[in-house]
């Protein structure tokens, strides 16, 4: 299996060394081994990327060259890792967890999420589920256009509720229900009810 994976036949010659990593140039690596330098590449399932001054565990094949399997010791260079994955994926750890992708999809049975700032940002945003909830003293969405659709909602606030905009429209089917100890409606300019009955009082 392994002769099939790394492309060299079997019975062929195959050492099995450790060596540093002298430099890294995009896939291709130079180690340093018992005094010899060595080009290698980095094997599929090597996790994390290799880096400058790591030591390394590598196969050599006669006649065909070096592959790193794994990082056996960190530098002393206290610089992020990388993993590297097909498809231009990576992820990037420094203390937080950094991950480039050109797609991500998770599926999860039970996802939760807590953080003391998290911020979601893209072009198109889609959240959907039986049940989202958002909880936190503040919580900010800001969007061009944002499109809410739901069977029914219920929204409570402990405190004081402002809506600001530029203009407001409510658009019913049935009914618009106003329910409070005191209403107060106020305007600068022209306060207009239009209905075929109107009831005050």
């Given at each position: 299996?392994?002769?099939?994976?790394?492309?060299?036949e079997t019975g062929e010659k195959t050492v099995l060394r450790t060596g540093t990593v002298l430099s890294v140039?995009?896939?291709g690596l130079t180690l340093e081994a018992g005094g010899e330098i060595l080009a290698a590449r980095k094997a599929p399932g090597c996790l994390p990327d290799p880096r400058e001054d790591d030591t390394v565990l590598f196969v050599e094949v006669e006649g065909w060259g070096a592959v790193v399997m794994t990082v056996l010791l960190s530098g002393p260079e206290e610089s992020p890792r990388t993993m590297s994955f097909p498809g231009g994926v990576h992820l990037?750890?420094?203390?937080e967890i950094g991950m480039e992708s050109p797609r991500f999809r998770g599926v999860f049975s039970d996802?939760?999420?807590s953080a003391r700032t998290?911020?979601?940002?893209g072009d198109l945003l889609a959240l959907a589920g039986r049940k989202i909830s958002e909880v936190g003293q503040i919580l900010e969405r800001v969007g061009e256009w944002i499109f809410e659709r739901s069977g029914s909602s219920v929204r409570?606030?402990?405190g004081v509720d402002r809506h600001v905009a530029g203009a407001t429209q409510i658009v019913s089917e049935?009914?618009?229900s106003v329910d409070s100890e005191s209403t107060i409606l106020s305007s600068r300019d022209l306060v207009k009810i239009d209905g075929d009955q109107v009831h005050l009082g």
């Open positions: 299996m392994l002769s099939e994976t790394i492309g060299f140039s995009g896939k990037t750890s420094d203390g996802c939760s999420v998290m911020t979601l940002a409570e606030v402990e049935s009914v618009v």
